[in-house]
């Protein structure tokens, strides 16, 4: 791992660390929470949008996975919590697998539009399958226990999503140093270039896209059992289209460059509660500001303007 890598690893630890103690009711640490796992879902898929330069607009599909995996199988068919939350990423990571050789063939908007269909399909079952799901209504969620400790107060639930993400964030600093992540940067620059240097390309494409959808299904069940009930929307197209805009606001092939945009979009929507019908206008407005003055996203724009002023 890079020098500069581990001391924003460091950095990210001591602010996780601090942040309990300084939040100043349950209502920002919710909120706090809910950034974490954001944080963890964007990280995996700016592996798969950054890195390797495959979009995907149906994410949020895996992370409803995770999350009815987490409602079903408890409540249905009387699962342990934890293995409800290994089968969910199990069925995400098999059904990624299984559809990407086909779809990552595909290229520009046709892959947009096959990911996109994949997220819809998903939401489509998930809402149709009321005798188990609770259709559009959704369904109430068990709660998790960990070491027979069973995680009902905010206060135990950040410090699960805090050390979650901090080692989400250690294994991808590695991942991209790795040769596996220098072969994922290849296929962003040129695909052609990396089967002549020997990359499998297609096999290179399935693995980061089973990886993203596992992370994402993971944080899925989090985030059922965190808030104790889960409906469709969670695996709707604007979820999707949320986590895409974090990878882009923060950065693209930026780690944390995912941690701030998923901190900063999901903190914007409260801040911008105030102005009362106008919300989305000026969270589109901040957004085209964003693409037009740091088109690169946050984190690495700001980096390269320190670097030259340095």
């Known amino acids: 791992?890079?020098?500069?890598?581990?001391?924003?690893?460091?950095?990210?630890?001591?602010?996780?660390?601090?942040?309990?103690?300084?939040?100043p009711n349950s209502y920002y640490l919710d909120i706090v929470i809910r950034m974490g796992i954001n944080a963890v879902i964007v990280i995996g898929l700016n592996l798969l949008v950054g890195y390797a330069g495959q979009i995907s607009?149906?994410?949020?599909?895996?992370?409803?996975?995770?999350?009815?995996a987490s409602a079903i199988l408890p409540t249905h068919f009387a699962w342990h919590p934890l293995a409800a939350l290994v089968a969910g990423a199990v069925a995400s990571g098999l059904l990624a697998l299984v559809?990407?050789?086909?779809?990552?063939?595909?290229?520009?908007?046709?892959?947009a539009m096959a990911t996109l269909g994949l997220g819809i399909i998903i939401n489509?079952?998930?809402?149709?399958?009321?005798?188990y799901t609770g259709g559009p209504d959704g369904m109430p969620v068990e709660s998790m226990s960990l070491f027979g400790i069973d995680l009902m107060r905010d206060q135990q639930w950040y410090w699960v999503v805090a050390v979650l993400l901090l080692l989400t964030t250690w294994g991808a600093l590695n991942l991209i140093d790795s040769p596996?992540?220098?072969?994922?940067?290849?296929?962003?620059?040129?695909?052609?270039?990396?089967?002549?240097?020997?990359?499998?390309v297609p096999r290179y494409k399935a693995a980061v896209f089973v990886l993203s959808a596992v992370v994402?299904?993971?944080?899925?069940?989090?985030?059922?059992?965190?808030v104790g009930f889960v409906t469709p929307e969670v695996a709707n197209f604007f979820h999707s289209i949320e986590l895409i805009t974090m990878v882009v606001v923060g950065g693209m092939a930026s780690v944390f460059g995912s941690i701030l945009g998923a901190v900063l979009l999901t903190a914007l929507p409260q801040a911008l509660a105030t102005f009362e019908g106008w919300e989305i206008v000026v969270f589109g407005a901040i957004l085209m500001a964003c693409?037009?003055?740091?088109?690169?996203g946050l984190v690495p724009s700001l980096a390269a303007r320190f670097s030259r002023e340095d």
């Open 99 to 111: 559809v990407a050789r086909p779809i990552l063939k595909l290229k520009g908007h046709y892959l």
């Open 216 to 226: 994402a299904s993971i944080m899925g069940s989090v985030l059922a059992h965190y």
């Open 57 to 68: 607009l149906g994410h949020a599909g895996f992370v409803g996975i995770g999350a009815y």
């Open 180 to 200: 596996f992540g220098r072969a994922l940067r290849g296929l962003h620059g040129s695909e052609t270039a990396s089967r002549v240097v020997g990359i499998d």
């Open 1 to 23: 791992m890079r020098k500069q890598s581990l001391l924003g690893l460091l950095i990210l630890a001591i602010i996780l660390c601090i942040l309990p103690f300084v939040v």
């Open 124 to 131: 489509i079952v998930i809402r149709n399958e009321a005798t």
């Open 291 to 296: 693409m037009i003055f740091l088109p690169r």
